[in-house]
């Protein structure tokens, strides 16, 4: 890893340490599915312990709990403790009570009492009226694992060709869908700015190809190139032999990101600028078998880069209606500067030559990924969330290259599940 990635690591820890910056953040979708972020069970050094009036009464926080900034309505009730520690507003009599959200209560048909019109807690606020939370940005870390059902696409993806006399025949390889992880983990500050940290690694190997050269369809033959086509090897099978092709991909990213959250109307957006560092390696070999299985040839690709650079990432989110579903979409660009390393193996008759062309140069590479789909959300406790998300997700690699050169563009394309919370 170059000088300039450490600088950029250094400064992003610093930023992370020093709490400047927060995690991908929850968001809530409709505001109405939220209530319970409302109150906190649990105090936060953040918070303050305000006075609460009710009617003509004023009592002082219990210490170390957060009660609500307000609870006024016309005079006829008190301020009151419950063994739990959540505040709540009480009638003449304890059946008066109708809950509000989350242990606060107000009183309900009582005589000369109106329903309080606003409950605040600290920088959240519940209006009993508007039936919302408001500034719903929470502080906590949050994390989560995706699962990736993908498979990968190449421009020149090619097992081996089979040239009989008229035309010839491609046979490529062929990649299932392989599951791959994604995680994330970060913090987010009641601003609303964050830090998130983004692992994700693709790592699987196509079916293995093989053909045997027959009279009318021959030879069977596997080309590689480098250096932009300036260099090219190869291995042919003849009739009897038979050429057996395999590829396999590593692909891995880690994202650094500080992050910031913008609310429109009932939409909700996470953006983020930051760092991807990406790793690639790819190998791609065809063996020449003699019909008595000997190794007569082999043409052997092996294409490695690690890079990094800026990246931008955004994700939209709204609610459905009034309940908990939802839809997303998320998008990321980045911009790669790193050194790319390919060497170009070939062998003939079975080992009396052996040829090795390297080619190492400094490249820019760009990646593109979009994904859409719905989600689903639930509150969990007085300040917890759980989501569950799934949709499609595409993403391009373009230059990094394929299993017979080295300026090919990769494609992954797939569905994704995923599972995260904010504590």
């Given at each position: 890893?170059?000088i ?7 400064l992003?820890?610093?930023?992370a340490?020093?709490?400047?910056a ?5 968001h809530?979708?409709v ?6 972020l409302?109150?906190?069970s649990s ?6 312990a305000?006075t609460?009036?009710c ?5 002082q926080a219990?210490?170390g709990?957060?009660v609500?900034?307000?609870c ?5 009730a ?5 063994p739990s520690g959540?505040?709540?507003?009480q009638?003449?009599?304890a059946t008066d009570?109708s809950p509000?959200h ?6 309900q ?6 329903p309080p019109t606003t ?9 009993a009226n508007?039936?919302?939370?408001t500034?719903?940005?929470a502080?906590?870390f949050?994390?989560g ?18 040239d009989p006399?008229v035309?010839n025949?491609?046979v ?8 791959s ?25 196509a079916?293995?190809e093989?053909v ?10 596997l ?8 260099l ?9 032999q ?10 891995s990213a880690?994202d ?10 009932q ?5 983020g600028v930051?760092?991807?560092?990406a790793?690639?390696h790819?190998?791609?070999r ?7 299985g000997?190794?007569?040839?082999t043409?052997?690709?092996?294409l ?12 939209l989110s709204r609610?459905?209606g ?7 979409a ?12 390919q060497?170009i ?7 009396t030559t052996?040829?090795e ?7 820019i590479?760009?990646n593109?990924?979009?994904g ?6 639930q509150?969990?406790?007085?300040s917890a ?6 949709g499609?997700e595409?993403?391009?690699?373009l ?12 494609g992954l ?5 995923s599972?995260?919370a904010?504590?």
């Amino acid at each position: 890893m170059d000088i300039l990635v450490r600088i950029i690591l250094g400064l992003y820890l610093w930023v992370a340490c020093s709490g400047l910056a927060a995690a991908q953040t929850a968001h809530y979708g409709v505001e109405s599915q939220w209530p319970s972020l409302c109150s906190v069970s649990s105090a936060k050094p953040n918070w303050s312990a305000p006075t609460a009036t009710c009617g003509w009464n004023t009592m002082q926080a219990n210490s170390g709990w957060p009660v609500p900034g307000a609870c006024t309505y016309v005079g006829c009730a008190s301020l009151q403790y419950p063994p739990s520690g959540y505040p709540f507003c009480q009638g003449p009599s304890a059946t008066d009570m109708s809950p509000v959200h989350a242990g606060i209560y107000y009183p309900q048909n009582v005589a000369n009492c109106a329903p309080p019109t606003t409950i605040a807690s600290g920088y959240r606020q519940w209006n009993a009226n508007l039936d919302r939370c408001t500034n719903r940005t929470a502080t906590g870390f949050i994390g989560g694992v995706e699962l990736l059902w993908i498979r990968p696409s190449f421009d020149q993806n090619a097992a081996l060709i089979v040239d009989p006399p008229v035309g010839n025949t491609l046979v490529p390889f062929e990649y299932d869908y392989q599951l791959s992880p994604r995680a994330w983990l970060g913090w987010q500050a009641q601003s609303g700015t964050g830090f998130r940290t983004t692992y994700f690694r693709f790592d699987e190997a196509a079916s293995t190809e093989s053909v045997t050269a027959v009279a009318g369809a021959t030879p069977v033959y596997l080309f590689v190139y480098g250096a932009g086509g300036n260099l090219s090897r190869n291995a042919n099978a003849n009739v009897g032999q038979t050429l057996v092709s395999n590829h396999s991909l590593r692909l891995s990213a880690l994202d650094l990101e500080v992050t910031q959250v913008v609310e429109w109307q009932q939409f909700r957006a996470i953006l983020g600028v930051g760092v991807r560092i990406a790793e690639m390696h790819q190998s791609s070999r065809g063996d020449v078998f003699n019909p008595g299985g000997v190794l007569e040839e082999t043409v052997a690709n092996d294409l490695r880069f690690i890079a990094a650079g800026p990246t931008i990432s955004a994700q939209l989110s709204r609610g459905l209606g009034i309940g908990r579903f939802g839809y997303f979409a998320t998008g990321r660009g980045s911009l790669l500067t790193g050194e790319t390393d390919q060497r170009i193996y070939e062998m003939k008759g079975a080992f009396t030559t052996e040829l090795e062309d390297i080619a190492i140069q400094r490249e820019i590479l760009s990646n593109f990924e979009v994904g859409i789909g719905l989600q689903y959300w639930q509150a969990i406790g007085p300040s917890a969330l759980l989501f569950v998300r799934s949709g499609y997700e595409a993403q391009l690699w373009l230059d990094a290259g394929g299993p017979v050169d080295s300026h090919s563009t990769i494609g992954l394309e797939g569905i994704a599940f995923s599972v995260g919370a904010l504590l």
